[in-house]
């Protein structure tokens, strides 16, 4: 498993990126503050997050375990996503690999979108529509 620094390390980005306060990303990953807190600032010794507490905090960011832990997981293969979600993902290259995997599912009327900025509109729409979950 990845080291907890880089774990911390990891966790703290995706917060922050996606404007999370830590009360906001513990109270939605059911742990305390505190342990956030040793998480994304360990000490020499301190234990590594147990799979269910790496799991429900990438839930509560959005993002898959292995983009937590910087690897990763070796699935089956995936068809390969439409050319011009590739391009967006160049482009964005801090979009993380749970978002590109569930933006290559999407399709309207039979085809995925064609254009980069309709990707980038897509996207945009639903991290906004995260806030009407209230």
């Not at 906001?24 to 505190?34: G, N």
């Not at 839930?59 to 690897?71: C, E, Y």
Request: hydrophobic share 35%; aromatic share 6%; no cysteine.
């Amino acid at each position: 498993m990845a080291n907890n620094k880089s774990i911390g390390t990891r966790i703290k980005r995706y917060r922050e990126e996606r404007g999370m306060s830590a009360t906001e990303l513990a109270t939605a990953a059911k742990i305390s503050k505190s342990y956030l807190s040793e998480l994304e600032h360990p000490k020499e010794g301190t234990k590594q997050p147990s799979a269910s507490k790496l799991y429900a905090i990438a839930k509560a960011l959005g993002v898959a375990m292995s983009d937590l832990l910087g690897k990763p997981i070796i699935t089956a293969p995936r068809k390969k996503p439409p050319a011009s979600l590739q391009k967006f993902v160049e482009r964005h290259p801090e979009v993380p690999q749970g978002d590109i995997e569930m933006l290559s599912q999407i399709q309207f009327r039979g085809e995925s979108p064609r254009s980069i900025e309709r990707w980038e509109f897509i996207y945009q729409a639903i991290r906004n529509s995260k806030a009407m979950d209230g």
